[in-house]
């Protein structure tokens, strides 16, 4: 149990255009979903933190208008990667919590390339 | 800040040996230190979790130490295979929201 999963897993889009990424958890309600970005041999960076129903909480330095995260359900959390350049290529990764447990069940990640 | 270590960006070991990676933190203690493994593309898979009042954890062929004098938990894999390679992350939790700060990883590569 506690599959996270992601979707697409892989993007290749144009300077300029916008992109969504969708974080599922299958067989759990998620309390909260977060969303990460992890550039090659670095590690995970925390961008926000997601709550159903609620607003996200961005992380400093993170912009939440380029950034833009809907939790519409307990299962589904989505970004947008809005106005995209080269530099938002990345390894982009969601995670999930349940009840109080601290453990975070992890998606298989979205790469992103932007052209 | 709150920091989080891993000085050994690399380790290599042969087959059947038992590997020990380390991940430091600065600060105070965190209420619980995690250990993920990642494969290349891949998203993290959860390992353990120690919280700071435990000194060790154990599963399987995992052991975790969480030492707050020396501000350090090691992570070891007794009997090493070569299917043990990937990338471990040392992470550190307690604080709003259950947010973890990871580390920058140790590549672990096991050979025959």
């Known amino acids: 149990g506690a599959v996270v999963s992601q979707h697409p897993s892989w993007v290749i889009c144009k300077s300029g255009t916008s992109v969504k990424i969708e974080c599922r958890s299958l067989?759990?309600?998620?309390?909260?979903m977060f969303w990460y970005r992890q550039f090659p041999k670095q590690s995970l960076m925390l961008m926000a933190t997601?709550?159903?129903?609620?607003?996200?909480?961005?992380e400093q330095g993170v912009e939440k208008d380029k950034f833009l995260i809907n939790h519409a359900s307990l299962t589904l959390s989505t970004l947008t990667v809005t106005s995209a350049h080269p530099e938002d290529s990345s390894f982009y990764i969601c995670?999930?919590?349940?009840?109080?447990?601290?453990?975070?069940?992890f998606g298989p990640g979205t790469r992103l390339t932007v052209l | 800040s709150q920091k989080i270590e891993q000085n050994s960006e690399a380790l290599n070991i042969q087959e059947g040996k038992t590997a020990t990676l380390t991940c430091n933190y600065t600060?105070?203690?965190?209420?619980?230190l995690q250990w993920y493994r990642q494969d290349p593309g891949r998203g993290p898979v959860f390992l353990l979790l120690?919280?700071?009042?435990?000194k060790e954890k154990r599963k399987e062929r995992l052991k975790v130490t969480f030492d707050t004098t020396l501000k350090q938990s090691l992570f070891h894999i007794t009997a090493s295979q070569p299917a043990d390679s990937a990338t471990y992350l040392c992470?550190?939790?307690?604080?709003?929201?259950?947010?973890?700060?990871f580390g920058t990883g140790t590549r672990l590569q096991v050979t025959l």
């Open positions: 600060n105070y203690s965190p209420a619980y």
């Open positions: 067989d759990f309600q998620a309390t909260t």
């Open positions: 995670s999930a919590t349940r009840d109080s447990i601290n453990e975070q069940f």
């Open positions: 992470a550190r939790g307690g604080g709003t929201a259950s947010k973890l700060t």
């Open positions: 120690i919280r700071e009042n435990e």
């Open positions: 997601s709550n159903e129903g609620s607003k996200a909480t961005y």
